[in-house]
């Protein structure tokens, strides 16, 4: 494979991925718009039920990223028809997964909003939308497999079209249901559950045709679906260590104050904004890098490495300099507060130094990914966060605040808990082990 030949298979895999990626926040947002007009307590009961939803749909997004380098594995090794049948396996395992969470959250709803100790006119209007939503979570996780199914087969094209259908099947149907019916936020959560299960007959229509070209199986089989597990369990970990840093970093904001936690949501906001951009490349890492040990080529999976990590690298640097360059007007655009402007313009600029660095921890985690390196990734999640939690509470036992307590949480997390990263993912990558050639995972 020419230089020439894998730019063009990053870029043809990375550009549709990144445009998936950002019409996913786009249905909280367009509910967000729609339900504003309703009033304050609708709105604020939303952002209650985001919250809640947008924790449990940030766990599952394993079913992708372990779905994603098993199919291309066997896809990569020739066996198309053994990768269109362990992808079907996943969406099988999601759909499970997703009608045991919709049954346990539908019931659990009440105590979930009790959560927040939110006025009462809020928590109900929290618990309309959420309850309602909870219906749409097994559509969420098939989505997620069957996206990780058609990444695998180097095809992340399809996924962008789907997500943007389902994003303007949503917008209308919230704007039909909320204003037309006069449902209020009951309306939005309707037309959000319509529009995934629409999303999920769109996946069944493409993955039944891949099933026929390819005489798949669309029945569940116990050894896929057993082998989905496993590896998604160890995802799974690996995600929560990844929860837990951020949870831990806002509870520690929280105590600085509330300007500085106002402050740390803007600066955390441009840092997960400039992420998904890295999400897509590391996205076509994983899809790349399977593909090629399935086919035995470990020479050919290096250079993959190499290169999307330079391409990181170089990503980095531009995106950091754009941060570091509208680090004065940034808290302007959010808040409008020249004061929250510049107590956050140190933090922006610790982020901006640091990108280079997020950057290669966002590929080198999609390249290990795409090696189905689960277990590794799942227990140095774990030492990152040995590593990162004293500081952390050193930050907030000392309790520093204005720009420079801000600063100080930035240097915490983007320097300290990345860094971490960047070290035990750059050790494993250094050696061979992750490569485990074949189309079966070690």
Not at 151 to 159: F, I, K, L, Y
Not at 248 to 269: C, D, Y
């Amino acid at each position: 494979m020419t230089a020439d030949t894998l730019n063009r298979d990053i870029l043809r895999l990375a550009v549709p991925a990144l445009g998936a990626l950002v019409a996913e926040p786009l249905f909280l947002i367009v509910d967000s718009a729609l339900i504003g007009h309703l009033g304050v307590d609708p709105l604020a009961g939303l952002g209650i039920a985001g919250a809640v939803l947008q924790t449990i749909v940030g766990l599952m997004v394993f079913l992708a990223y372990s779905t994603t380098p098993a199919v291309a594995r066997r896809f990569g090794a020739g066996d198309p028809t053994r990768a269109v049948s362990v992808g079907i396996d996943g969406m099988w395992l999601a759909l499970c997964i997703g009608a045991l969470l919709a049954l346990a959250g539908s019931l659990a709803t009440p105590f979930l909003v009790g959560l927040f100790h939110a006025p009462e006119s809020v928590a109900t209007q929290a618990e309309i939308y959420l309850g309602i939503s909870m219906w749409g979570l097994p559509a969420m996780l098939i989505v997620f497999a069957a996206t990780g199914l058609l990444r695998g087969m180097q095809n992340t094209v399809t996924p962008l079209w789907i997500a943007g259908i389902g994003f303007a099947a949503n917008a209308l149907l919230n704007w039909l249901f909320i204003y037309g019916f006069g449902w209020g936020i009951a309306g939005s959560a309707v037309g959000t559950v319509i529009a995934q299960w629409s999303m999920v007959g769109a996946y069944v229509v493409v993955v039944g045709r891949l099933a026929r070209r390819h005489a798949a199986s669309v029945r569940p089989q116990s050894e896929g679906v057993r082998g989905s597990a496993v590896s998604g369990g160890w995802m799974l970990l690996r995600t929560v260590s990844l929860r837990a840093a951020l949870l831990a970093t806002v509870v520690v904001a929280t105590g600085l104050g509330a300007p500085e936690l106002a402050g740390w949501q803007v600066v955390f906001t441009i840092f997960s904004t400039a992420a998904f951009a890295l999400d897509a490349l590391a996205i076509a890492a994983q899809a790349l890098v399977g593909k090629g040990l399935g086919a035995e080529d470990p020479r050919g999976v290096q250079r993959v490495l190499r290169r999307t990590t330079a391409w990181g690298v170089w990503f980095g640097i531009v995106v950091g300099g754009a941060i570091a360059a509208l680090s004065g007007v940034i808290g302007l655009v959010f808040t409008g507060d020249p004061a929250i402007a510049e107590l956050i313009r140190p933090a922006l600029l610790i982020l901006a130094v640091a990108q280079p660095v997020a950057a290669v921890v966002f590929v080198l985690d999609g390249v290990l990914i795409g090696a189905g390196d689960a277990r590794y990734l799942a227990a140095v999640g774990g030492l990152n966060l040995v590593i990162f939690a004293p500081a952390l509470a050193l930050v907030a036992v000392l309790g520093p605040t204005d720009a420079g307590g801000l600063a100080w949480l930035a240097v915490t997390f983007f320097g300290v808990y990345m860094l971490a990263r960047l070290a035990t993912l750059g050790w494993r990558v250094r050696g061979t082990a992750w490569m485990t050639v074949g189309a079966r995972q070690a």
